[in-house]
């Protein structure tokens, strides 16, 4: 269960809890 695999919105709502921008995310 990476990022990667998650979706752009999933990836968003992620960084919204980590506090991360989607570009760290990516990473």
Same mark, same amino acid.
Do not use: F, I, M
């Given at each position: 269960? %990476?990022?990667?695999? #998650? *979706?752009?919105? %999933? &990836? +968003?709502a #992620? *960084? *919204? &809890? #980590?506090? #991360?921008t989607? &570009? +760290? $995310?990516? $990473?």
């Open positions: 269960k %990476t990022s990667k695999y #998650l *979706a752009p919105t %999933t &990836r +968003q #992620l *960084a *919204a &809890r #980590l506090g #991360l989607d &570009r +760290q $995310v990516k $990473v």
